[in-house]
């Protein structure tokens, strides 16, 4: 795994060979460079790569509805 990565959630859509989603979680802070160079590594193909920072509020929110 990644180092700078504290967990991520998968989705797929699409049917066989359509479109992977994950959304990455860490606390150090902008990581779209890190996972960019990794997935040059793997030879991954990126569709979209964007940062969503969250408050508090919502991290408990999440926390306590799931």
């Given at each position: 795994g990644a180092p700078f990565v504290e967990s991520f959630t998968r989705?797929?859509?699409?049917e066989e060979g359509g479109w992977l989603t994950l959304e990455?979680?860490?606390a150090s802070?902008?990581?779209r460079e890190q996972l960019f160079?990794?997935?040059v590594e793997?030879?991954?193909?990126?569709?979209?790569?964007h940062s969503?920072?969250?408050s508090l509020e919502e991290v408990f929110a999440r926390i306590t509805t799931s």
């Open positions: 989705k797929e859509t699409g990455v979680q860490s802070g902008d990581i160079r990794l997935a793997k030879d991954w193909s990126l569709r979209e790569l969503e920072r969250i």
